[in-house]
């Protein structure tokens, strides 16, 4: 059975940092595409980042491109979200997700995951 388990949401100012870590139980991430997905009050889910099974193939959305950065450390089965240069409209629920199916490249469309973690809180605030 496949766990996956958000932690690093925080409460932080503007411009800050924080690093994301989504810890995978039950399938090893190095075979399997991971997405972060964030949801803000009030609006739909979106997707943040994806990276691809073997780690290559990485995408970004556009309201993150350039202070986002997703990685996984195979030897940890974790994924990472590094979010730099934070503004108040991060502000969300931050989940991460795993699809099974993983095709060579990811998608950030939160309908090709099947399993998702709980989610953790990401607050910017000044």
């Known amino acids: 059975q496949v766990h996956l388990v958000e932690s690093g949401g925080a409460l932080v100012q503007p411009g800050g940092s924080l690093r994301l870590s989504c810890e995978v139980s039950?399938?090893?991430?190095?075979?399997?595409?991971i997405g972060w997905f964030r949801q803000a009050p009030g609006k739909e889910r979106e997707g943040a980042a994806c990276?691809?099974?073997?780690?290559?193939?990485?995408a970004y959305a556009d309201s993150v491109k350039g202070r986002v950065t997703i990685s996984k450390d195979k030897a940890k089965n974790t994924v990472y979200l590094q979010m730099n240069d934070l503004k108040p409209e991060d502000t969300a629920f931050y989940y991460c997700?795993?699809?099974?199916?993983?095709?060579?490249?990811?998608?950030?469309?939160?309908?090709?995951?099947?399993?998702w973690g709980l989610g953790t809180q990401v607050a910017v605030l000044s």
């Open positions: 997700a795993i699809d099974l199916r993983s095709p060579d490249t990811c998608k950030r469309d939160q309908r090709a995951y099947q399993y």
């Open positions: 039950g399938f090893t991430t190095a075979h399997y595409n």
């Open positions: 990276i691809s099974n073997n780690g290559e193939y990485t």
